[in-house]
């Protein structure tokens, strides 16, 4: 049954049912809306002309003692509000907008990769192995790639940054504001997870911070070598290891290559990073300055002190040069070894290969700018 003081009829201009719908022009102020109990969403939802909307809110006076009688021109007002607001927020400086990104990519990675260790090193075994550490840094590297990619190419590398600008894919002005950026959101990230952490590392050695032996927490940030390793064999490891990422991202993302799907790069990433740490893993595989050295850096002022860059015949320089010196590597084998050699089709060919893939390189390979 209706409710009281209510008219149905049949709209065919706007689609409405007689049985299910209102009809507007037939509400009166004491015994319409009121006694419905019809709320502004309710009749936004029921009408989706904006002239209906205004007849209806006009005439409903109020609803459980609140006036919400609105016009055309207050509607406006709303939206210009809205409008200003929105203008004052969002960031006009590209850069800068590439600097968050890059910070908040980096945070994310540095938060759930280094937590994967947390989790396994703190538990002693019991609620993560070396396969989830793998998996778990793995899936953090990729999700901080969809955080950033649309934005600054989600590189959260300063290895990566690096190597796009020596190759003239990123202008070198940009290359410290990247680095800035990724060893902040590194720092951030692992002051985040010590906080997180905080009570399970002090208990875990009696509330000592601890860098060597059975209870050493320190490598739940960062890296560090096995005690036989000697330094010309982990620089090695670190070189061979970045140049395998960046050959293969600069495959990732080649157009005339079998380029993997727009959207579903960082999957390609994160299958990248599972098999390099699996396959070259054993000395941590830092491949990234940021990630390594930032966490370091936190860990000696919050307690584990200078160690951390003693430590293992001051390996702490290995996973921050290495890795820049195996991206450009990796880079120069990618694109003088396949790159360079692939045919030119005509632009008419070009332009139809591109939009039949539907897909747009914006992690890696950014366009030439125009100042």
């Known amino acids: 049954m209706p409710p009281p003081g209510s008219t149905h009829s049949k709209h065919e201009q706007h689609g409405f049912q007689s049985n299910q719908d209102i009809m507007v022009g037939e509400f009166s102020s004491e015994s319409g809306i009121n006694n419905l109990g019809l709320s502004q969403t309710s009749l936004r939802n029921m009408y989706e002309d904006e002239d209906l909307i205004s007849r209806a809110l006009s005439q409903q006076r109020s609803v459980v003692g609140f006036p919400i009688a609105r016009s055309n021109k207050v509607l406006d007002m709303d939206r210009k509000v809205e409008k200003r607001l929105k203008e004052k927020i969002i960031l006009k400086n590209d850069l800068v907008k590439e600097m968050i990104a890059e910070l908040i990519g980096t945070f994310v990675m540095v938060v759930l ?188 002022l919050a307690g584990w002190g200078l160690e951390v860059f003693r430590a293992g015949n001051n390996f702490w320089w290995i996973p921050v040069l290495g890795p820049v010196v195996g991206g450009v590597l990796g880079g120069f084998i990618y694109i003088y070894g396949i790159e360079i050699h692939h045919a030119n089709p005509n632009p008419g060919q070009r332009l139809q290969k591109l939009e039949e893939k539907h897909e747009i390189s914006v992690i890696i390979f950014y366009p030439e700018e125009t100042d």
């Not at 959260?156 to 990724?182: D, E, H």
């Not at 061979?240 to 959207?263: E, H, Y």
């Open 113 to 300: 990769g280094c937590g994967s260790i947390a989790q396994a090193v703190l538990s002693r075994g019991i609620l993560g192995q070396i396969i989830t550490i793998n998996a778990g840094f793995s899936a953090a590297v990729a999700l901080g790639v969809y955080v950033s990619g649309g934005v600054s190419g989600g590189h959260i590398n300063p290895a990566v940054s690096f190597t796009m600008c020596f190759f003239g894919r990123m202008k070198w002005f940009k290359l410290p504001f990247y680095v800035a950026a990724q060893f902040l959101g590194a720092f951030l990230g692992a002051a985040a997870l010590f906080g997180a952490y905080h009570d399970a590392l002090m208990n875990f050695a009696g509330g000592e911070l601890i860098t060597y032996g059975e209870n050493a927490t320190a490598h739940i940030f960062a890296t560090y070598p096995v005690s036989y390793l000697s330094v010309p064999n982990a620089f090695g490891e670190q070189v061979l290891s970045s140049m395998f990422l960046l050959l293969i991202v600069f495959a990732i993302f080649d157009d005339k290559n079998w380029r993997v799907p727009k959207g579903l790069e960082p999957f390609a990433i994160f299958m990248l990073i599972l098999v390099l740490t699996c396959a070259l893993g054993m000395n941590g595989a830092a491949m990234n300055p940021a990630r390594d050295l930032g966490p370091r850096l936190f860990t000696a």
